[in-house]
């Protein structure tokens, strides 16, 4: 079985920093693209960035400037430094893997998510 754990949520103030980690786990063949994404209560699910396995990213514009996505290949993890934090961001931030796992098709990945909150 894949596992997609996200960790690195939590209470920041506005103008504060968080970083989310993300790691796929399981008989991963190939990894291809990962990415973050946010879901605010009341509102759908939302990109906020993604790599490419040559990591090519692309980003939401609420996140340029702000957010950077990274990964380690190696370790099929992907990272989101988040800086200068605003009350809009607040949501739960889900990790999605794109991936062959074992003999199965390529297909998405979801993690469980973490929460972000950010208040004064």
């Known amino acids: 079985q894949v596992q997609v754990v996200e960790s690195g949520g939590g209470l920041v103030q506005p103008g504060g920093s968080l970083r989310l980690s993300c790691a796929a786990s399981?008989?991963?063949?190939?990894?291809?693209?990962m990415g973050w994404y946010r879901q605010a209560p009341g509102k759908e699910r939302e990109l906020v960035a993604s790599?490419?396995?040559?990591?090519?990213?692309t980003y939401a514009d609420s996140a340029k400037g702000r957010f950077t996505i990274s990964r380690d290949n190696a370790k099929n993890t992907v990272y989101l430094q988040m800086n200068n934090l605003k009350p809009d961001d607040t949501a739960t931030y889900y990790c999605?893997?794109?991936?062959?796992?074992?003999?199965?098709?390529?297909?998405?990945?979801w993690g469980q998510g973490t929460q972000v909150t950010v208040s004064s």
């Open positions: 790599i490419t396995s040559s990591s090519v990213t």
């Open positions: 999605k893997a794109n991936l062959v796992y074992y003999l199965a098709p390529q297909r998405d990945y």
């Open positions: 399981g008989s991963i063949f190939r990894m291809y693209d």
